[in-house]
C-alpha cells in the first residue's frame, strides 16, 4: 500500500513534472522558431538561416544570448515586484499544463503511468481560476516598471480579459451542461460514449472558445497589451534578459493550456476522430499522445497564422466586440444549451 501510495503520488508525478521542466523551454524555443519561419513565408522572407543548418539553432543562441543578458531595473521601479511579475506568469503557465489529459495510460515496469500529473474531479474549473490569475502578472509587471507605457499596457490586459473571461466561462458552461462533469478525463469519456466529439453539438461555442482564447492570451489581432506601434511592448516594455524570456514562456504556456482545453471540450482530447465508427477504425494504432499532439499543434499553428495574417483592433473595437457581440452570444448559446439538455433528459426519461 506504502509503496503504490509512494509511486502513484510522489516518484510517478516528479518524473512528469521534471520533463515538463526540462523538456518545455526547448519545445517553446523551437515553436518560436516554427513561428518565425512561418511569418516569414507569409511575407515572402527566408526567416533564421544564419545560426545552425536552416537556422536549427537558433533557438539555442537566442536562449544563450538571454540568460547572459544584464537584469536591468528601472531606477525608480518597485523592485521586489517588478521581478517577481514574471515568475507569476511562468509558474501558472507550466502549472497549467498539469491539469491536460494528454494520452492514456500505461504499464511500464509494473507502474500504471498517466499522462496527466493530476486528474481532479473539478479540473476545468481549477485551470479557468489558475489561468485567470495571469492577469495579475502582467498588471503587477506594468505597474511595477513605473513607466507610462508598462502602465498603459497593464490596465490593457485587465480590461481585455475580465471582458473575454466573461464570454469564455459562458461558453465552457454551456459543454459542461453536456457532458455532466467537470473532471477534464471525464469530459473526454462522456464524448467517447456519445460517439461524437462536443464540436459537432457546440459549433457556435467552439467559435465563440478560439476568439475568446485569442484574446486571453493576448496574441495578434487582440495583443492591445503589447501593440508595439503604441505602447513599445506593452507591459513588458522595461524588461530585458531572463526576466523578458520568462514572460515569453508564460505566453507560449498558456497558448499550449488554453489550446489543450479547447482539444479536450470539442475535439475529444487524445481520442482519435469518430472512436466509435468501424470506417476509421484503422486509425486506431496511433497512439491518444500523438492525436493529442496533433490536435494542440494545429492551434499552436493558427495562432501562428492569425499573427501573420490579420491587423490589429483598435481597442474600442476590442472591447465592444467583447462586451456587445460575444457576451450576448455565449449566454444565448448557455441558455439554448440548457433547454436542450432539459429537452433530452425528459424524453430519456
Known sequence: MNNTWLSDYVIIPSILILAILLVFPLLVGYIVYVERKVLAFIQSRLGPMRVGPYGLLQPIADAVKLLTKEDIAPRDADVFVFKIAPIILLVIGLTGLAFLPMGEGFTLFGYDISLSIVDVNVGVLFLLALMSLSTYSLVLGGWASNSKYP??????????????????????????????????????????????????????????????????????????????????????????????????????????????????????????PFPNVELFSFLGFIPGFSWFVLKVGFFIYFFIWLRGTYPRYRYDQLMGLGWKVFIPLSIANLFITGLFVIIVDSLSS
Open 151 to 272: 502602465l498603459l499596457g497593464a490596465l490593457r490586459s485587465a480590461a481585455q480579459m475580465v471582458s473575454y473571461e466573461v464570454a469564455l466561462t459562458f461558453t465552457i458552461l454551456a459543454t459542461l451542461m453536456i457532458a455532466g462533469t467537470l473532471s477534464m478525463s471525464g469530459i473526454i469519456d462522456a464524448q467517447r460514449e456519445a460517439g461524437l466529439w462536443y464540436v459537432f453539438v457546440q459549433p457556435v461555442g467552439f467559435v465563440l472558445f478560439i476568439i475568446a482564447m485569442v484574446a486571453e492570451t493576448n496574441r495578434l489581432p487582440f495583443d492591445l497589451p503589447e501593440a508595439e506601434a503604441e505602447l513599445v511592448a506593452g507591459y513588458f516594455t522595461e524588461y530585458s534578459g531572463f526576466r523578458w524570456s520568462f514572460f515569453m514562456l508564460g505566453e507560449y504556456a498558456a497558448m499550449v493550456v488554453m489550446s489543450g482545453l479547447l482539444v479536450t471540450l470539442y475535439l475529444g482530447g487524445w481520442m482519435q
